[in-house]
């Protein structure tokens, strides 16, 4: 009867119902919905009670939600980071609670990494690296290239210029001649790439923008201009969002280098291992594929995102 009663308490415990926060950047971008989806609907088929936070693009904000989530006593915290600073301070608080942190999409820079129990990310230096090499070939090494970046200070806005300037380093006559944020947002992109285009003019032969968003704002601004994009200006662009296929198909769009946003079921394994003290790699990378126009309609139907 006894070993009955440890059985079924073991069970019940085992099925308590998780309550997990999640402290997002914001909704910048159709990749950043499509990560909320993601995160939202794996908690929904695990049953996890998830408090969701939206922090608008502010840091600030999401310090906030998640000294609210440790303030509420959550079993675990799931946190796609702004920026890369900053972060010690509340990560040391909910340490000090016990409370897992799992990073999503974005790294940070800490003095010590027991801070959080794992990331699950792309590799963005090596998708910079991709998008450059994908463009050299295509214009044959010879290129005046606006830079689109996202937000500044954001691992991937950091990490994709960092890889993309490694990738054109062995093509000297490949330059970016100009290189400004325009924030992850489709609006960004249009009101930078304007502004450039009145500058440069027919100067500019190929954009290279870190995220698809910013690529078809930059798209609508070339078109506005009188301009192909796609024939007169090659573009190129990170995640492979819907949007970016479809501009593919169009020939507006020349390549995007995709970046997986559905880490929901790897972001609860990783909760959930954690919350069973089990030890958690400190950085599990998520394979990145590059896309182009050749493929681009065979493949469109079956996107996720
Ligand atoms: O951190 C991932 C980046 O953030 C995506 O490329 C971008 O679309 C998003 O806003």
């Known amino acids: 009867f006894s070993l009955m009663l440890t059985a079924g308490f073991q069970s019940a415990v085992i099925a308590k119902q998780l309550t997990v926060g999640f402290a997002q950047v914001g909704a910048e971008s159709a990749w950043r919905t499509a990560e909320t989806d993601s995160i939202k609907n794996e908690a929904a088929k695990r049953n996890v009670n998830l408090k969701f936070s939206d922090a608008q693009g502010k840091q600030e904000n999401q310090i906030k939600a998640v000294r609210g989530f440790i303030a509420q006593g959550v079993d675990a915290i799931i946190i796609a980071p702004v920026v890369e600073t900053g972060w010690e301070p509340v990560l040391r608080e909910a340490k000090r609670s016990k409370i897992p942190v799992v990073l999503v999409d974005r790294g940070i820079k800490v003095s010590d990494d027991s801070l959080y129990a794992t990331l699950i990310a792309s590799d963005f230096v090596s998708e910079g690296r991709m998008a450059a090499e994908w463009l050299a070939k295509k214009v044959n090494g010879k290129a005046n290239i606006v830079e689109l970046q ?125 919350k069973q003290g089990e030890k958690l790699p400190k950085k599990t990378i998520v394979p990145d594929k590059t896309y182009d126009q050749s493929g681009a309609k065979d493949v469109i139907a079956s996107r996720q995102y």
């Open 150 to 274: 996202g937000t500044p200070g954001a691992a991937p806005a950091i990490d994709r210029k960092k890889g993309f300037e490694e990738g054109i380093k062995e093509h000297p006559e490949m330059k970016i001649i100009a290189s400004q944020s325009g924030d992850f947002r489709r609006s960004g992109g249009k009101e930078v790439m304007e502004a450039l285009l009145k500058k440069y003019g027919n100067e500019v032969t190929a954009v290279y923008a870190h995220n698809d968003d910013m690529a078809l704002g930059a798209i609508q601004a070339l078109e506005e201009a009188g301009k192909k994009p796609g024939t007169d200006v090659v573009v190129v662009s990170v995640d492979g969002v819907k949007g970016a296929f479809e501009a593919m198909v169009n020939s507006k769009l020349n390549c995007t280098v995709e970046c997986n946003p559905l880490l929901g079921p790897l972001a609860f394994d990783a909760v959930e291992k954690a």
